[in-house]
């Protein structure tokens, strides 16, 4: 579904590893069409995602690429996290291999783009915006890169031989990319790019003055949107389980996902959803 | 007490408004004598300082230079905050106008040096570590600085042209050196040179990997360490209130406190600390 205009060497690219996450890769997908990226969409996805989801992610995805499963095998660390889950993130780094593109911006399935964001484009390898809770590190849910095999083969001697000090791929990719916290101020996206929705709590004052500019927001932490419930009578998102996002992004999530995403899913993963009907 | 290795033109700089923010004063004047830095130590102090405390501050701190109180004035913002007391905050920017140093760097009372940070010396204005909260932001608990009348009149007309989006002066100073977070890497200092004491708890993989190399601890929140106890039988401080504060670096503040500052204070001030006497 590539149009004429599209910048065919040059991609978003998300990851999704199971049929809840593409739910996720879902409204990023709608979410950077809706804002008229230039650029086409990737998604990697594993065995795990059925075929009717499959079906449906390429619908919005102009390319769909089937990788293997790489776990960090690294149970120890991870426990650190409470997020035994992550190990799978490691699958990441397969998004180095998409080498029919000349640049990529990486974007977890729980990221959304708030409006156009083709200038990332403009960035080298490897540009971030740093991590809320340590700045010296960069969030890797958000990063431009250059597909390269050789990087890729280069990232997983490194992840052998190191390890990952978080157990997932931003512990690994901030100690491949060690400078970035140094080197080149250009290498830092502003936080815009990867708002955490939980900002909103911890510099409120900063959040009310710069949280109309927000670019990209970002669901990190075990509760994501698709956890919540919605409300098709009011229209209105039902938080359930916590987690701690800001309201009005979740509603954003929510709205994409019933314009764009569930009117066209397959029963079976409709069902899925905890949508709540009107009774 | 200037010994003459001293580097008299530059200086660590603090701000104490009462006796309370004096403790914290004298025990990060003590953390930076301890760790052999080479620089003077200057405190600001208003009218709320009592006698006896600027009597104990003049045995640690080289310079005591008193102050008039700004008070911004903007109790909307700062209910944002919930902190109505940071106000008084806006007092820090006196520190431009201790020209007799050619460069310094301000310390919040709240601050300890964990060891000797006379490198920041080599970092030009305005340098500051990212704020955790809101990483575009850089946080002003810790910021080189070059003392100057000027920049002190100009900040002052900026203050009240502009105001604070936080109420505090660290809104106020991320608005003045509104490029910090795009223009110049070297401008920002590593995270280790301002690591909120609850860092601990927002990445702890992060924490566990770079935590032995801070240098600088930060106790930011309503619940300072003076609020905690300290128990004289064990040695142990007695955590109340709150604050979510590493137990760590609680101990180290109490231990300098109890050593090289409790010891020597006025018994009406030292009556004042909740110190847990042995039953
Ligand atoms: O079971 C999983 C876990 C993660 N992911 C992918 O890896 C990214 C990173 O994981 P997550 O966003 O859950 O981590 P967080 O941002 O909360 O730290 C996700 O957004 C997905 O793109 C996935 O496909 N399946
Ligand atoms: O009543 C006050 C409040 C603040 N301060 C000074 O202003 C700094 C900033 O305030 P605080 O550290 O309480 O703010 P936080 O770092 O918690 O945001 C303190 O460290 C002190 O140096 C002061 O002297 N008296
Ligand atoms: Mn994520
Ligand atoms: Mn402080």
Redesign the pocket.
């Known amino acids: 579904m590539a149009a004429s205009s599209r910048v065919e060497d040059e991609a978003f690219v998300?990851?999704?590893?199971?049929d809840t996450?593409s739910l996720?890769?879902l409204v990023l997908g709608h979410s950077l069409r809706r804002a008229n990226t230039t650029r086409s969409l990737a998604v990697m996805i594993t065995a795990g995602v059925s075929q009717g989801m499959r079906h449906q992610l390429s619908e919005v995805f102009d390319v769909i690429s089937v990788v293997d499963v790489l776990d960090s095998k690294d149970a120890a660390n991870l426990d650190l996290l409470t997020?035994p889950?992550?190990g799978?993130?490691f699958t990441?780094l397969n998004c180095w291999r998409l080498t029919q593109f000349k640049k990529a911006v990486f974007m977890?399935?729980?990221t959304l783009a708030m409006q156009n964001i083709d200038e990332l484009f403009e960035r080298e390898e490897l540009s971030a915006a740093p991590d809320a809770g340590w700045p010296d590190c960069f969030n890797s849910?958000v990063f431009v890169f250059k597909p390269s095999e050789a990087t890729y083969q280069s990232l997983l001697k490194f992840a052998i031989s190191h390890g990952s000090f978080d157990g997932g791929d931003q512990g690994l990719l901030n100690l491949y990319f060690n400078d970035w916290s140094s080197k080149d101020i250009k290498r830092h996206l502003p936080f815009l790019y990867n708002v955490v929705s939980q900002a909103f709590y911890s510099y409120l004052p900063a959040f009310k003055q710069f949280g109309s500019e927000v670019k990209v927001v970002?669901f990190?932490?075990a509760v994501k949107p698709w956890h919540h419930g919605y409300n098709t009578a009011t229209g209105q998102v039902e938080e359930t389980g916590g987690g701690g996002h800001d309201q009005r992004f979740l509603q954003l999530w929510w709205s994409i996902f019933m314009e764009r995403v569930q009117s066209h899913l397959a029963p079976s993963v409709a069902g899925e959803r905890q949508v709540t009907h009107p009774t």
Request: charged share 25%; no cysteine.
């Open positions: 998300t990851l999704a590893t199971n996450y996720g890769a997020r889950d992550l799978v993130t990441k977890d399935a729980d849910g970002h990190i932490g």
